[in-house]
């Protein structure tokens, strides 16, 4: 069965860093794109980045480019969101999900807290 | 920015009746619109792709139709498992991919 675990969510004061991580299983990573999504408490989905199978190309929503980074490694079936310079508005459940066209699997997600 | 408009806001229905959902684009989408299905604490999962194929293990009640800007997620005889919350989401051209609001299907 396809698996996507997320990870790594904490408390974290404005203008920190986290970095998030997602270890898939279940299928043939190295094959597909994956994608980060943010959910805030109570409210809708907001798509956050992707990342190509290869690592090699990489795309980012306008609200985080500069601060955040995805990355993988595909010898360890992990895909990683590495988030620095955090806001309030950051905060919320982080989805990865894998994508073969659409976002066909979803991890139940990890919450981060941007507070102080 | 593509923005997708979902309505109703909230759906109130009782288990059998029929449910239609809208998701309307900015701009033409061709068939480039998925519906997705969120239960409470769960995690999103995928109906529809390309705006009317269902996903592997999806009811056949669960329909999608349209193409271009608007588009309808219809479900025939709502079961109890079916109150949720359904997202549209396009991946129209290059990104960013974006989301409806959400529309709530409750009791």
């Known amino acids: 069965d396809v698996q996507l675990v997320e990870s790594g969510g904490v408390l974290v004061q404005p203008g920190g860093a986290l970095t998030l991580s997602c270890a898939a299983s279940?299928?043939?990573?190295?094959?597909?794109?994956m994608h980060w999504v943010r959910q805030a408490p109570g409210k809708g989905l907001v798509w956050v980045s992707r990342?190509?199978?290869?690592?090699?190309?990489?795309t980012y929503a306008d609200s985080v480019k500069g601060r955040f980074t995805i990355s993988r490694d595909n010898a360890k079936d992990t895909v990683y969101l590495q988030m620095n310079s955090l806001r309030a508005e950051d905060s919320g459940i982080y989805y990865c999900?894998?994508?073969?066209?659409?976002?066909?699997?979803w991890g139940q997600g990890t919450l981060v807290t941007v507070s102080s | 920015e593509i923005v997708l408009t979902q309505s109703p806001a909230t759906l109130s229905l009782s288990p059998g009746e029929r449910a239609t959902l809208s998701c309307r684009a900015s701009?033409?989408?061709?068939?480039?619109l998925t519906w997705y299905q969120q239960r409470p604490g769960q995690a999103p999962r995928l109906l529809i792709s390309?705006?009317?194929n269902r996903a592997t293990g999806i009811p056949v009640r669960f329909n999608g139709s349209g193409s271009g800007t608007d588009f309808t997620l219809t479900i025939s005889d709502v079961e109890p498992e079916d109150f949720a919350v359904y997202f549209c989401?396009?991946?129209?051209?290059?990104?960013?991919?974006?989301f409806g609001q959400g529309t709530k299907v409750e009791v």
């Open positions: 999900a894998r994508s073969s066209g659409d976002l066909d699997y």
């Open positions: 990342i190509h199978p290869y690592g090699n190309s990489t």
């Open positions: 279940g299928f043939l990573f190295s094959s597909y794109w």
């Open positions: 989401q396009q991946r129209s051209n290059r990104p960013p991919w974006t």
């Open positions: 701009q033409s989408v061709g068939t480039y």
């Open positions: 390309d705006a009317s």
